[in-house]
């Protein structure tokens, strides 16, 4: 009995972490991403997520995402989920000019 016991305390303790951990992702950089209200592209797109916006992933169905933002829930690609946030770094377009007067 005590190691029943002691097992079921270490599985849900388990499962308990890994819910926990990798809940979070980040929209791909460079991505404006649809929101749809299922997972597929047949299903209506209820808005678009911008690059690097943060969402929370609840569940995975046939390579579809289904995430939370703002107390909603969408569909979106998982392919165009990262596991950390976008750096940014600034790279001008052109290199500045410097007129000497």
Request: proline share 4%.
């Given at each position: 009995?005590?190691?029943?016991?002691?097992?079921?305390?270490?599985?849900a303790?388990?499962?308990?972490?890994?819910?926990?951990?990798?809940?979070?992702?980040?929209?791909?950089?460079?991505?404006?991403?649809?929101?749809?209200?299922?997972?597929?592209?047949?299903?209506?797109?209820?808005?678009?997520?911008?690059?690097?916006t943060?969402?929370?992933?609840?569940?995975?169905?046939?390579?579809?995402a289904?995430?939370?933002?703002?107390?909603?829930?969408?569909?979106?690609?998982?392919?165009?989920?990262?596991?950390?946030?976008?750096?940014?770094?600034?790279?001008?377009?052109?290199?500045?000019?410097?007129?000497n007067?």
């Amino acid at each position: 009995m005590k190691t029943l016991l002691t097992a079921a305390v270490l599985a849900a303790t388990a499962l308990t972490a890994s819910a926990a951990s990798a809940t979070s992702a980040w929209i791909q950089h460079g991505v404006h991403l649809n929101a749809r209200s299922g997972p597929g592209t047949y299903y209506d797109v209820l808005g678009t997520f911008d690059p690097c916006t943060r969402v929370h992933i609840v569940g995975y169905k046939n390579g579809w995402a289904k995430v939370s933002f703002n107390n909603s829930y969408y569909w979106v690609s998982s392919k165009y989920l990262r596991n950390s946030a976008c750096g940014h770094s600034y790279k001008p377009k052109h290199t500045p000019r410097y007129n000497n007067y």
